[in-house]
C-alpha cells in the first residue's frame, strides 16, 4: 500500500500543476475595445464571458453617469472565478464569485477614468488568475 501511495504522491502534483498551467489569456486574443450603447431603456447593456484565464471583452467602454448592466457567464469549466471591479471614487464596487449560471452586476460609473476589474483567485502557490491574464479595463467617458 505504501508504494501506491508514492505513486499517488508523486503523480497528483504533477496532474495539478499540468491542469493549472493548461489554457491561457495568449489562447483568447482579444479584439477591439466593446463600446457599450444606450437601449431604448437608457441603460448600457455588456455581456462578457470569463474562462480559461480570460474576460471577454477585456476592454469596456461605457459613458459616465448612465447605467450599466453587466452580464458575465462563466465558460464551462472546473476552475472557480470571480470578478473585482474596485473604484469607489467611480461608484464602482463589485467583488463576487462567479459561478455557472450569469450573473447580472448593476452600476452607474460617476467618475471618467480607466478602471481594471480582474479574477482574484489563486490556487494555492501558483500565480494568480490576474497574474495569468484574467484581467481587463474599465473604461469610463464623458
Not at 457599450?36 to 474576460?55: P, T
Not at 458575465?72 to 474596485?86: A, D, K, M, N, R
Not at 450569469?102 to 460617476?110: D, S
Not at 501558483?126 to 473604461?139: A, C, P, Q, V, Y
Amino acid at each position: 500500500m505504501s508504494a501506491m501511495k508514492g505513486i499517488l504522491y508523486s503523480v497528483i502534483p504533477v496532474a495539478l500543476a499540468t491542469f493549472c498551467a493548461a489554457g491561457s489569456a495568449g489562447t483568447h486574443a482579444q479584439g477591439e475595445p466593446y463600446r457599450a450603447s444606450v437601449d431604448s431603456d437608457g441603460v448600457q447593456r455588456v455581456q462578457m464571458v470569463g474562462g480559461d484565464y480570460f474576460f471577454k471583452p477585456n476592454h469596456i467602454i461605457v459613458k459616465a453617469n448612465v447605467p450599466v448592466e453587466l452580464t458575465v457567464q462563466l465558460e464551462p469549466g472546473v476552475v472557480p472565478h470571480s470578478l473585482v471591479l474596485e473604484a469607489p471614487e467611480a461608484g464602482l464596487s463589485v467583488n463576487q464569485d462567479l459561478g455557472r449560471e450569469a450573473r447580472k452586476f448593476t452600476f452607474t460609473a460617476k467618475t471618467a477614468g480607466k478602471y481594471p476589474f480582474y479574477c482574484r483567485n489563486r490556487l494555492l502557490f501558483f500565480k494568480s488568475h490576474r497574474d495569468r491574464g484574467m484581467e481587463g479595463t474599465l473604461e469610463v467617458v464623458e
